[in-house]
């Protein structure tokens, strides 16, 4: 069974500095990649993707996430936070089977405080 | 165009109690899936619905079951309530299947069980 993992589970920064969070996937197979992003009161929403082809997506408010497959990783950067980026982030995989692709299956979550 | 609404937003019940939930998806939407979201365990999948047939089921008890109306309005149902099941159980509608493209989630309905 696919399963996802965020080993860090409250990261903390300060304006500016740089954001790398950690998504690591079990599956040997072909994958859709996801990051979601919850902001304080407000309902999940995509923050971007990966389907296939540039390994290197780009999503909204400046995030990033490569895809090694090697390594079994997508993980999430950006190059300077914003006070506004503080929120909980949601790794998410889907495995695709045959041509068919299963549930998405979430992470268990990080939570990005932003100091000011 | 109106978002994926899931009523009610709160509630409380006791144990032994059954609730129903209900997610109305984005007009267009075929898909409907489930998570129950607690805190330390992210979102856990329950189920989804793709044109009135379960597509997908996740590692919950019988006590969890779901439906999806030719409209693609979806209910959910827990029965014999635990306080374990106090969470947030959130809906997501997607056009096709939720493997395919981008969930839009609902607010979710914060459940808490006495």
């Known amino acids: 069974a696919q399963s996802v993992s965020q080993h860090n589970h409250h990261v903390i920064l300060s304006e500016a500095a740089s954001l790398e969070l950690g998504c690591n996937y079990s599956?040997?197979?072909?994958?859709?990649l996801f990051w979601y992003v919850q902001y304080p009161g407000q309902h999940l929403q995509l923050l971007l993707k990966y389907f296939s082809g540039d390994p290197l997506v780009k999503g909204i408010k400046g995030f990033e996430a490569e895809f090694i497959k090697s390594k079994f990783s997508f993980n999430l950067r950006k190059p300077s936070v914003q006070w506004s980026d503080t929120a909980e982030y949601f790794c998410a995989v889907n495995a695709v089977s045959s041509g068919s692709a299963r549930q998405l299956t979430f992470g268990s979550g990080t939570q990005l405080t932003v100091l000011p | 165009k109106a978002g994926v609404t899931q009523t009610p937003r709160y509630l409380i019940k006791t144990r032994g109690q059954q609730v129903t939930l209900s997610c109305s998806p984005i007009s267009g939407h075929r898909s409907v899936s489930w998570y129950q979201q607690t805190p330390g365990q992210g979102l856990q999948f329950l189920f989804e619905?793709?044109?009135?047939?379960?597509?997908n089921k996740g590692n919950f008890p019988g006590r969890f079951s779901g439906r999806q109306f030719s409209n693609s309005r979806s209910e959910m149902n827990v029965s014999t309530l635990e306080l374990g099941d106090s969470a947030l159980y959130l809906c997501?509608?997607?056009?096709?299947?939720?493997?395919?493209?981008?969930?839009?989630f609902g607010e979710g309905s914060r459940l808490t069980v006495l």
């Open positions: 997501a509608s997607s056009l096709g299947t939720s493997s395919t493209g981008e969930l839009f």
């Open positions: 619905y793709f044109s009135e047939t379960q597509r």
């Open positions: 599956y040997g197979g072909t994958v859709n």
